[in-house]
Antibody, heavy 120, light 105 residues
Framework: QVQLVESGGGGVQPGTSLRVSCAAS????????MYWVRQAPGKGLEWMAV????????FYADSVRGRFTISRDNSKSTVYLQLNSLGVDDTAVYYC?????????????WGQGTLVTVSS | IQMTQSPSSLSASVGDRVTITCRAS??????LAWYQHKPGEAPKLLIY???RLESGVPSRFSGTGSGTHHTLTISSLQPEDFATYYC?????????FGQGTRVEI
């Protein structure tokens, strides 16, 4: 069955960087786009970024463009999100999700998330 | 594209019919999905393409709409339906979510 397992979260100080990962299994990873979505404490879901199956193109939310970078390694069935210049507002659970395309492409399977806490 | 979801929360009883509305700031055709999210769990896809039920999702969930106005209906609310529900458009990037509707039993 489809499994997505995020890792790499933790506590960091403002201004620093962190890379979170999402290991996929149970499907042909190289054939699917992948997303990152986050949820700040007490807030709703916020769409972050998407990367298509071959690695290009990538698209970002305005709030993170230029600071966050999405990438993937199809040989490892893993998608990454590099988080730079972190601020306290970046504190959130970060989820990865798979893209399923049937005409349009939507998110179908999600991971359980990894918590990133930015605090001094 | 902004997604405005209403209500932000509701209280209902088991067996009630519940309707949640999502309005897009521009025409998104039928490029809309609904998700259920319970605390500590992964969000779960319920409906995509406005009205197509994801495999394994109970038939009490249904979606309608087109253009800018979309709705999620739970025909007979069950205790396990306590959760927060989100709409999301995927018409273009960024694929924004609504603010969420918390359903309390």
């Amino acid at each position: 069955q489809v499994q997505l397992v995020e890792s790499g979260g933790g506590g960091v100080q403002p201004g620093t960087s962190l890379r979170v990962s999402c290991a996929a299994s149970g499907f042909d990873f190289s054939q699917h786009g992948m997303y990152w979505v986050r949820q700040a404490p007490g807030k709703g879901l916020e769409w972050m970024a998407v990367i298509w199956s071959g690695g290009n193109p990538q698209f970002y939310a305005d709030s993170v463009r230029g600071r966050f970078t999405i990438s993937r390694d199809n040989s490892k069935s893993t998608v990454y999100l590099q988080l730079n210049s972190l601020g306290v507002d970046d504190t959130a659970v970060y989820y990865c999700a798979r893209s399923f395309c049937a005409g349009d492409c939507h998110l179908d399977y999600w991971g359980q998330g990894t918590l990133v806490t930015v605090s001094s | 594209i902004q997604m405005t979801q209403s209500p932000s929360s509701l209280s209902a009883s088991v067996g009630d019919r519940v309707t949640i509305t999502c309005r897009a700031s521009q025409d998104i055709s039928n490029s809309l999905a609904w998700y259920q999210h319970k605390p500590g769990e992964a969000p779960k896809l319920l409906i995509y393409a406005t009205s197509r039920l994801e495999s394994g999702v109970p038939s009490r969930f249904s979606g309608t709409g087109s253009g800018t106005h979309h709705t999620l209906t739970i025909s007979s609310l069950q205790p396990e339906d306590f959760a927060t529900y989100y709409c999301q458009h995927y018409y273009s990037t960024p694929q924004t979510f609504g603010q969420g509707t918390r359903v309390e039993i």
